[in-house]
């Protein structure tokens, strides 16, 4: 090997060499080719470094000082370049925004970047480099920077890109939960990221709202209910869907798209892809027997934007090619496609979410997602707002 280093070597080096006697004609000639051949010369040697395997490649032994430094100086200003264009959305202060972040920050995020109460995992810290503890460096990024590095991920680190980056929401849902962590204590994080204290989860268990560890649904619940609730209502009106009572086919189609990338989600597609088929139908059975939950307002109680969003649902609005909402998703007691989720009882703020990625196509879902690509795409911000707020307001009893 070491021999045909030495004649690989003479192959490259006598020519530069020789090309520099040659070039040499006059003193600002001299310079350069002697520039050029130096130059030359350490690319040579430098192939040959790594080439013979003499380049350090393990994470025990670090970077050089200088490598660090540059490496960094050139992540910090890339993403300062390319974090210009990015737009937050009006406010980072959102609960709802940071609850939704907080649940796939726990999963996801923490072993690397640590959480309150929690160190880096002992695996991580002989990382090189080793991933910084965000609730002492967040502050050094703006929003806008946050944003770039959570969706593109970092080059020779472990920082991946995000997952679906059609899914903005849910990247500024990150962004804004890890801007909350330097304020968070450990009972607060407890809360945000796993949906309940450790006194609360053991007495969740005790009433049979949560399955034992030995059951084998049990540890995957334990995921579910940070974002979903023991009961699966949900946790307060926000962007996380409530899961009791909707339809099992629905369920189970959506584990499955979401499993396969064909609906698009950086938070949900890792999880519902680690999934078995038989633990997917489960889940999908379990959710689908709890009970729905009260919605928040009643029709009784009907304002202005639920009698608009009544009209939209029951009858279209054909001047602008809207179909009617009901044939498919309720509140009509006519036969319906297992597949078309109920919509009665659901969150408002989920609602309208997912009708504007409908809208923009970057949501995805079962293999009917193109129906409501059609269905959706004139309507108006305020329409959607409307039909979320009246379907909000439906029980299930009177989808059925």
């Known amino acids: 090997m070491f021999r045909l280093a030495r004649h690989l070597l003479h192959l490259i080096v006598s020519p530069v060499l020789n090309g520099g006697r040659y070039l040499i004609a006059g003193s600002w000639k001299r310079g350069l080719a002697l520039l050029v051949t130096l130059a030359l010369a350490a690319v040579v040697g430098g192939l040959m470094f790594a080439w013979l395997g003499l380049a350090s490649v393990s994470a025990r032994s670090?970077?050089?000082?200088?490598?660090?430094?540059?490496?960094h100086m050139a992540m910090r200003n890339a993403v300062e370049t390319r974090s210009v264009s990015v737009k937050p959305p009006l406010t980072l202060d959102d609960p709802k925004l940071i609850l939704k972040g907080a649940g796939h920050y726990e999963?996801?995020?923490?072993?690397?970047?640590?959480?309150?109460?929690?160190?880096?995992?002992?695996?991580?810290?002989?990382?090189?480099?080793?991933?910084?503890?965000?609730?002492?460096?967040?502050?050094?990024?703006?929003?806008e920077e946050l944003f770039w590095i959570v969706k593109n991920g970092v080059k020779f680190s472990a920082m991946p890109a995000w997952l679906a980056p059609e899914r903005e929401d849910e990247i500024w849902a990150i962004v804004a939960f890890i801007r909350k962590l330097p304020e968070l204590s450990s009972e607060q994080y407890e809360h945000l990221a796993l949906g309940t204290s450790a006194s609360g989860w053991r007495q969740n268990q005790e009433a049979g709202l949560l399955k034992g560890l030995d059951d084998p649904l049990g540890p995957t619940l334990a995921n579910c209910v940070r974002c979903h609730g023991a009961k699966g209502e949900g946790r307060g009106p926000s962007t996380i869907p409530i899961l009791a009572g909707q339809r099992e086919r629905y369920l189970l189609e959506s584990l499955e798209a979401y499993a396969n990338g064909e609906r698009k989600s950086g938070i949900m597609q890792p999880i519902a892809a680690a999934l078995d088929d038989q633990t997917r139908r489960e889940l999908a059975r379990h959710y689908a027997s709890l009970a729905r939950p009260?919605?928040?307002?009643r029709v009784s109680e009907q304002t202005e934007a639920i009698q608009r969003g009544e009209t939209i649902a029951q009858y279209g609005v054909p001047r602008q090619g809207v179909p009617s909402c009901a044939h498919c998703h309720g509140p009509r007691q006519t036969p319906r496609n297992p597949i078309y989720p109920d919509l009665s009882g659901q969150h408002a703020d989920y609602l309208t979410l997912q009708l504007e990625l409908f809208k923009s196509q970057k949501r995805g879902g079962t293999a009917y997602v193109h129906l409501m690509h059609s269905a959706v795409r004139r309507l108006t911000p305020e329409q959607m707002s409307d039909l979320a707020a009246y379907y909000a307001a439906q029980t299930v009893e009177a989808s059925q």
């Open 294 to 297: 009260e919605p928040a307002a």
């Open 107 to 143: 999963t996801g995020c923490s072993s690397c970047h640590a959480s309150p109460g929690k160190g880096q995992s002992l695996i991580v810290q002989q990382m090189t480099p080793m991933p910084p503890v965000l609730a002492t460096r967040i502050k050094e990024w703006t929003p």
């Open 62 to 71: 670090g970077h050089w000082p200088v490598t660090e430094w540059f490496l």
